[in-house]
């Protein structure tokens, strides 16, 4: 049995996004009592992150940046970019809480304390571009430990594979040029946010470490399996990762509302599967498993748990 971590911190729920928004505090607390109801929970490694330092954050977002989403949540705005980011007082302290989970796992993880770790946090990151809120993204959590895996712990190659329904067109934008860093992205296409298709392969250095599986709506298990195998395998063969993240989105269950993909509660274990046995090869097994969508509180909880049962 692998030592599987946990990463949640309950200040996470102090990001109120107000009545009747998709990215609610609810999400996490179904996760937990729903794991709580489990066998599972009392075989996790249970850790509170502490907040990133700014210059882990900085490493991929600029100081004004950051600056002005602390200056705007703490003056009390309620949305930050055209409509559907939306913040409170507490937004910002909560998004630096939700990237230190992510840089806590991956010292657990680099340092053999853990095998793998899941971080249950929110605001959720993958929209976020280096300069850009968007989607109900503060800041990046899965680049910022990309970024923090290579500097702090020295690795050279790290993968990021994205399964969450919607593109991760932020992560995709601050490692374009970048071939230190694979991004892979299974997504719902066409669809929010527009990016993700094929032809977007990286650009200078990074061309070729983009990979986009785009997936048509009413899409099935079998559709993204094959995907798997196809595509995705044989990247991650080739790139040979030392640490793999997984942009770990559960809105392209059959019960979420936000949109048209038909994947079930085991569909996630089965891709977890698929992944793990890639990264025995090359990485040790090493895997940081980060929260991003997914809006039906059930099939979230339930989808989480299979993710987290097929890892420990």
Same mark, same amino acid.
């Given at each position: 049995?692998?030592?599987?971590g946990f ?8 990001h ?8 609610r ?8 009592q729903h794991?709580?109801?489990t066998?599972?929970w009392?075989?996790?490694s249970?850790?509170?992150p502490e ?5 882990w954050?900085?490493a ?5 940046y950051?600056s002005?989403i602390k200056s705007r949540?703490?003056?009390?705005e309620h949305?930050l970019?055209d409509g559907?980011?939306?913040?409170s007082?507490d937004s910002y302290d909560v998004?630096l ?10 010292d657990?993880?680099m340092t053999g304390?853990?095998?793998?770790a899941f971080c249950?946090?929110r605001?959720?990151g ?5 300069s ?5 993204c503060?800041?990046?959590n ?9 500097r702090?712990?020295?690795l050279?190659?790290? !993968?990021?594979? $994205?399964?969450d329904?919607h593109?991760?067109n932020? #992560?995709?934008?601050? *490692?374009?040029?970048d071939?230190?860093v /694979?991004?892979?992205s299974?997504?719902?296409f ?14 200078g250095?990074g061309?070729?470490?983009?990979l986009?599986?785009?997936?048509g ?19 991650l063969?080739?790139?040979?990762p030392e640490?793999l993240?997984?942009?770990a989105?559960f809105? !392209?269950?059959? $019960?979420?509302?936000?949109a048209?993909?038909?994947? #079930?509660d085991?569909? *996630?274990?089965k891709?977890?599967?698929? /992944?793990?046995d ?5 990485c040790?097994g090493?895997v940081?498993s980060?929260l ?10 339930r989808?989480t ?8």
């Amino acid at each position: 049995m692998s030592k599987l971590g946990f990463i949640y911190h309950p200040d996470f729920l102090k990001h109120d996004t107000g009545t009747g928004h998709p990215e609610r505090p609810q999400r996490l607390e179904a996760l937990v009592q729903h794991l709580l109801g489990t066998s599972l929970w009392s075989r996790l490694s249970h850790l509170r992150p502490e907040p990133a330092g700014l210059e882990w954050v900085h490493a991929i977002h600029p100081e004004r940046y950051t600056s002005m989403i602390k200056s705007r949540c703490h003056v009390g705005e309620h949305v930050l970019d055209d409509g559907d980011t939306h913040v409170s007082k507490d937004s910002y302290d909560v998004a630096l809480l939700a990237a230190g989970g992510v840089l806590l796992a991956v010292d657990e993880v680099m340092t053999g304390k853990l095998d793998r770790a899941f971080c249950a946090v929110r605001p959720p990151g993958h929209h976020a571009g280096t300069s850009t809120v968007m989607g109900f993204c503060l800041f990046n959590n899965v680049a910022i430990g990309a970024r923090y895996a290579q500097r702090k712990h020295g690795l050279k190659r790290i !993968a990021i594979v $994205d399964w969450d329904v919607h593109h991760g067109n932020g #992560t995709q934008q601050i *490692f374009y040029e970048d071939n230190s860093v /694979l991004y892979i992205s299974l997504h719902q296409f066409p669809y929010y946010p527009g990016t993700g298709s094929t032809g977007e392969r990286g650009a200078g250095p990074g061309e070729g470490f983009t990979l986009n599986c785009p997936m048509g709506a009413g899409s099935v298990e079998k559709d993204y399996l094959d995907a798997f195998q196809i595509h995705i395998h044989p990247a991650l063969h080739s790139f040979r990762p030392e640490l793999l993240f997984i942009s770990a989105g559960f809105d !392209a269950h059959r $019960d979420d509302p936000l949109a048209g993909i038909n994947l #079930t509660d085991d569909s *996630f274990a089965k891709m977890t599967d698929l /992944l793990l046995d890639v990264t025995r090869e090359c990485c040790e097994g090493r895997v940081v498993s980060v929260l991003e969508g997914g809006y039906n509180l059930g099939a979230l909880a339930r989808s989480t748990t299979a993710h987290l049962n097929a890892m420990v």
